[in-house]
């Protein structure tokens, strides 16, 4: 059974063919988001060009890297929401496209259902050297905390993983949801106003540190990482940590990150790019542990409450290193991360995740496929 996956939900555009929901035959990835850290956020006009430039040539890469035709293909899968509209017009486009003219099936996909389908993607079977450096990343971390991390090739059925806690962690999206089965999602917790990478893109442009903000944050903050064991003088909030329910507010997290900033900046009566990049780093250290100990926390009451013993952590911040390790030091349980490099946008988590959809036969007509920007989950 292979599938194209496509995604163009925002500055990645993504293609992949995958075998069976876990062989990964070819990909293809183009960003644009060296253009749009000119802008310092996306520019959706720009996202879409891109996609508009790329998702052909893209097509053809994965073909001919794989050695296939377009006849061999089972299925297409597209994220057609939520998203960009624009955006994921062009996907949605082309999967109409082929749907019509080479009369494939067609597979909509949830962007976020793509997401946590990617914890389900094979760690580093096709890539040897990734292999390599994610296994001493467990390794390491095992050292650390003693943890059971998992990954897909220790799946031997996905249905036995079910119900299972999925955090999504996002540039659009803070969700804790849990999935008691293929396609069942019950939501139990969102953010209020910004969700988490939102909140670091934006906490990154006070810093004065480039877009996208979570790498950023992440790369300034590793300086302070290891000197964590001397107490840093900046404390910001962590909000809605007692807040008796399970939603994440982001939004005053960033406004106390600013009072910090301008309380140095009157001391030193410097604007924000000359902060001294040592008091810089200290406040992208102290962003990031509030957002991960925020995460965290509510996270891990919430598998207690709900009695999970299985967790995904999903999306773009998955990525932090830092979220990583506390969510190994405190989760009691399986946690399922996938690699860096599919915890941001790609075609491969579509293709998977339309690989179970295709099992149960979830197909739409060419006709009546449509972008859904703001589709919700469930
Ligand atoms: O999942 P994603 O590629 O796109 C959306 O669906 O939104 O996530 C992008 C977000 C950005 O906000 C980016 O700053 C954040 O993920 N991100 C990170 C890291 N890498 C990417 N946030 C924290 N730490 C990282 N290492
Ligand atoms: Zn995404």
Sequence with gaps: MIILGIETSCDETGIALVCDGKKILAEGLKSSVDLQREYGGVVPELASRVHVEYINLLIKKVLSDSGLKMKDIDAIAVANGPGLAGALLVGTMVAKTIGMV???????????EGHIYSSFIPIGKNDEKKKVNHKSQIQNLKSQTNKVIINNKNIKKIENIFPLMVLIVSGGHTELVLMENFGEYRNIGTTIDDAAGEAFDKAARI???????????????????RNKKQETSIKLPRPMMNSGNYNFSFSGLKTALLYEVKKFQTQTERKIAKLDNKIVSMLA??????????????????????????????????????????????????????????????????????????????????????????????
């Excluded at 080479?102 to 976020?112: E, G, P, R």
């Excluded at 810093?207 to 990482?225: D, R, T």
Aim: charged share 25%; hydrophobic share 40%.
């Design 285 to 378: 250290y102290e962003f990031q542990e509030a957002v991960a100990d925020v995460l965290v926390y509510k996270t891990k009451k919430a598998m207690q409450e709900y009695g999970v013993g299985r967790l995904a952590v999903v999306g773009g911040v998955a990525a932090n290193n830092r979220l990583r390790e506390k969510l190994y030091e405190e989760i009691e349980g399986e946690i399922y991360i996938p690699e860096i490099r599919y915890c941001t946008d790609n075609g491969v988590k579509i293709a998977v995740a339309g690989y179970y959809k295709y099992m149960r036969r979830e197909f739409v007509r060419w006709q009546d496929l449509e972008v859904k920007s703001n589709w919700e989950l469930g």
């Design 102 to 112: 080479a009369k494939k099936k067609i597979v909509s996909v949830n962007h976020l």
């Design 207 to 225: 810093l004065g540190l480039p877009y996208p903000g979570g790498p950023s944050i992440a790369h300034c903050a590793i300086q302070e990482v």
